[in-house]
């Protein structure tokens, strides 16, 4: 089992629609959360992340994290075709030495359609 | 704003040839990584490393080999490509004082 489940997809969405992504994961010693995510051709960018448990907002973008679940979400509000990229989960059990390598999901391909 | 540089962004190398990708980060960042990154397989990790002159193979290390005699650079070096090398390589840092990584933008590689 991989320590990091994500849904590929692909996930299509109308414009103005709340989209909802997911990662589940395995190994409880993950505290850091966290989303990326990569334009067609691009590096992945960092979007959010977050301690432990609980909920984090930056405009219209959304990270939960529900440890006792093993489960994180990220929501966007008024999705926008802009959105349209490919979004990863990461984790990390800490933020340095040899456990501050990250595990990745395979990511989710969405697209926001006008 | 951090910036994690490579040196190519296409690069087209022939079976056998010895492969050298190079990544710079400006941000003082103490661990670099090696990525690619295949359709359907996501992200893995090749190597990575914590300090200068170390380094500690990945989940897929085999084929490759890596350098770091600066603390801003980190190289990846395909001592003999071969076609199933042929992907997207990404290399990122992180500050061990912050969460997460920083990417660069990439080098497709394609070896025939």
Sequence with gaps: ??????????????????????????????????????????????????????????????????????????????????????????MSANRGSTLGRLYFGRGTQLTVWP | DVKVTQSSRYLVKRTGEKVFLECVQDMDHENMFWYRQDPGLGLRLIYFSYDVKMKEKGDIPEGYSVSREKKERFSLILESASTNQTSMYLCASSSSRLAGGYFGPGTRLTVT
Excluded: H
């Design chain 1, 1 to 90: 089992q991989k320590e990091v489940e994500q849904d590929p997809g692909p996930l299509s969405v109308p414009e103005g629609a709340i989209v909802s992504l997911n990662c589940t994961y395995s190994n409880s010693a993950f505290q850091y959360f966290m989303w990326y995510r990569q334009y067609s051709r691009k590096g992945p960018e960092l979007l959010m992340y977050t301690y432990s448990s609980g909920n984090k907002e930056d405009g219209r973008f959304t990270a939960q994290v529900d440890k006792s679940s093993k489960y994180i979400s990220l929501f966007i509000r008024d999705s926008q075709p802009s959105d349209s990229a490919t979004y990863l989960c990461a």
